[in-house]
T-cell receptor, first 118, second 111 residues
Framework: GAVVSQHPSRVICKSGTSVKIECRSLDFQATTMFWYRQFPKQSLMLMAT?????????EQGVEKDKFLINHASLTLSTLTVTSAHPEDSSFYIC??????????????FGPGTRLTVL | TQLLEQSPQFLSIQEGENLTVYCNSSSVFSSLQWYRQEPGEGPVLLVT?????EVKKLKRLTFQFGDARKDSSLHITAAQPGDTGLYLC???????????FGTGTRLKVLA
């Protein structure tokens, strides 16, 4: 149980284009989803928190107009990197939390999406 | 800014050796998780600790949460090549579901 998928697993795009990454909770409803960015050989950095049906909360320094997050259902959140540039190349990881009462605040992580912007 | 510092940053050991990874902060956490991540994959949860002084064992891995809930350690006994990976601690503070990830410890176990 508690499986999170991401699609695509890898994407290469040209500079200036937009890329959409999907994050799905396959066997549970995710009230909250999180988007992280990970540079090579570094730890995960939280970009934003999204709650179903409401606007995402972005961490300091993350451009909300560049990284558009939509959490339209309890099983799907999307991250769109708009007007991508080479410096946006990174490993993007989502996580989902059921946030059910009485349980610890566990997050279940997706397998990640490798974005390369040429 | 809340920080979780992990040490050591890198560790290369021979198969069969023991090792300890530390995760330290000046902040108090309501829970702390340990993950292992392999290249090109997402982090995989190893354990969650929530009570100060708590010790949990997972086969050859022993996790401890500090009494003050500001630090944690991961001890691996008789390391194997399959233990190779990036080990990450992540803490949550009371009132928030956000994770603060540690700086990471890259472990390589040589056969």
């Amino acid at each position: 149980g508690a499986v999170v998928s991401q699609h695509p697993s890898r994407v290469i795009c040209k500079s200036g284009t937009s890329v959409k990454i999907e994050c799905r909770s396959l066997d549970f409803q995710a009230t909250t989803m999180f988007w992280y960015r990970q540079f090579p050989k570094q730890s995960l950095m939280l970009m934003a928190t999204s709650n179903e049906g409401s606007k995402a909360t972005y961490e300091q320094g993350v451009e909300k107009d560049k990284f558009l997050i939509n959490h339209a259902s309890l099983t799907l959140s999307t991250l769109t990197v708009t007007s991508a540039h080479p410096e946006d190349s990174s490993f993007y990881i989502c996580s989902a939390s059921p946030r059910l009462a009485g349980l610890t605040d566990t997050q279940y992580f997706g397998p990640g999406t490798r974005l390369t912007v040429l | 800014t809340q920080l979780l510092e992990q040490s050591p940053q890198f560790l290369s050991i021979q198969e069969g050796e023991n090792l300890t990874v530390y995760c330290n902060s000046s902040s108090v956490f309501s829970s702390l998780q340990w993950y292992r991540q392999e290249p090109g994959e997402g982090p995989v949860l190893l354990v969650t600790v929530v009570t100060g002084g708590e010790v949990k064992k997972l086969k050859r891995l022993t996790f401890q949460f500090g009494d003050a809930r500001k630090d944690s350690s991961l001890h691996i006994t008789a390391a194997q090549p399959g233990d190779t990976g990036l080990y990450l601690c992540a803490g949550t503070t009371s009132g928030t579901y956000k994770y603060i990830f540690g700086t990471g410890t890259r472990l390589k176990v040589l056969a």
